[in-house]
T-cell receptor, first 117, second 110 residues
Framework: GAVVSQHPSWVICKSGTSVKIECRSL??????MFWYRQFPKQSLMLMAT?????????EQGVEKDKFLINHASLTLSTLTVTSAHPEDSSFYIC?????????????FGPGTRLTVT | TQLLEQSPQFLSIQEGENLTVYCNSS?????LQWYRQEPGEGPVLLVT???GGEVKKLKRLTFQFGDARKDSSLHITAAQPGDTGLYLC??????????WGAGTKLIIKP
């Protein structure tokens, strides 16, 4: 099956700094990528949807200036958490699919654990 | 936006017992998926159900989609410690967005 990777797997950063998380589709071209956030013992919360070459669509309540998403190529999307604060500590998961209407084919990355101290 | 209510939120049982997890909505979904997630990892797709009344089996796991496509269940027979994990249901809203249930944390004690 299709493989999605994330880098890094976990990151610790100091409050006020920025951190970038990469999401790559390894064996397919991802026209659409999704970024999720997950708190302990909770379900996934969609943060934003990005289509290659266009601006991301953010969910209500997600600050677009704080969570910068770039989907510059068909195999790479990045999420940058700017001026991170301890409350941004969470598990961030990306997913990708190879066609805008590939309804049942969405592949998930292994997640990135972010801890802001 | 459609909502998916998943229950129970937490379940701890002994090895060998059976269990059922439910996913309910007042709205119709075009299809519904079940995922399993291990700590520190992304969710892994277990099954997709599309047709109302559909039943799919994956070894000891049985998935059912309600006739009206508003609800689904996951039944595990003779649970094993390896079944421990977070189980998530997710329904497709139209063709574009997955709506997630809150998840069921399942612990199987040896």
């Amino acid at each position: 099956g299709a493989v999605v990777s994330q880098h890094p797997s976990w990151v610790i950063c100091k409050s006020g700094t920025s951190v970038k998380i990469e999401c790559r589709s390894l064996d397919f071209q991802a026209t659409t990528m999704f970024w999720y956030r997950q708190f302990p013992k909770q379900s996934l919360m969609l943060m934003a949807t990005s289509n290659e070459g266009s601006k991301a669509t953010y969910e209500q309540g997600v600050e677009k200036d704080k969570f910068l998403i770039n989907h510059a190529s068909l195999t790479l999307s990045t999420l940058t958490v700017t001026s991170a604060h301890p409350e941004d500590s969470s598990f961030y998961i990306c997913s990708a699919r190879d066609h805008p209407w590939a309804r049942n084919e969405q592949y998930f990355g292994p997640g990135t654990r972010l801890t802001v101290t | 936006t459609q909502l998916l209510e998943q229950s129970p939120q937490f379940l701890s049982i002994q090895e060998g017992e059976n269990l059922t997890v439910y996913c309910n909505s007042s709205s119709v979904f075009s299809s519904l998926q079940w995922y399993r997630q291990e700590p520190g990892e992304g969710p892994v797709l277990l099954v997709t159900v599309v047709t109302g009344g559909e039943v799919k089996k994956l070894k000891r796991l049985t998935f059912q989609f309600g006739d009206a496509r508003k609800d689904s269940s996951l039944h595990i027979t003779a649970a094993q410690p390896g079944d421990t994990g977070l189980y998530l249901c997710a329904g497709w809203e139209g063709n574009y967005q997955l709506i997630w249930g809150a998840g069921t944390k399942l612990i199987i004690k040896p």
